[in-house]
């Protein structure tokens, strides 16, 4: 059995990010100790491991908890799973094409910046570099 501090440490997590998940739901203590520390056993490791590649593929907190109740009612959860990354791509691909868009805006602006060192430009509330339509 590991108490907080011990699980925390060994993890690389903070005790706060433990009682954190505890309240989310995402992680529960086996039970208490004499002195009413919360006790873990070795499966909130796999637990931990679980929710920090999870994060890491880009899950929030909220669909990992979904995820850990599908599993926790004795269901595979990989349908759910599947669904989460398709939606995760899509709108990494959308977040990426804007991303593409606002380049290509910084970059034709930047050109026309770099053709007009020395634009008129009176200093005062607005910079022609930034104008709408720069003359």
């Not at 499966?43 to 994060?55: K, P, S, T």
């Not at 929030?60 to 990989?78: D, F, K, Q, T, Y």
């Not at 593409?100 to 009176?122: F, G, I, S, V």
Request: with cysteine.
């Amino acid at each position: 059995m590991y108490r907080i501090g011990e699980l925390a440490r060994e993890a690389g997590v903070s005790p706060d990010t433990l009682r954190f998940y505890e309240r989310l739901g995402l992680l529960r203590p086996v039970g208490r100790s004499e002195g009413k520390y919360r006790l873990y056993d070795a499966g909130a490791f796999q637990r931990l491991g679980f929710i920090q590649q999870a994060q890491a593929l880009g899950l929030s907190l909220e669909e990992i908890r979904a995820v850990l109740e599908v599993m926790e009612a004795g269901r595979p959860p990989c349908a759910d799973v599947r669904r989460v990354l398709y939606q995760k791509v899509a709108l990494l691909e959308e977040r990426m094409a804007q991303l593409t868009a606002l380049r290509e805006a910084l970059a034709a602006r930047l050109k026309w910046a770099e053709a007009h060192p020395d634009p008129a430009c009176d200093g005062q509330d607005h910079c022609v570099y930034l104008d709408p339509n720069p003359a």
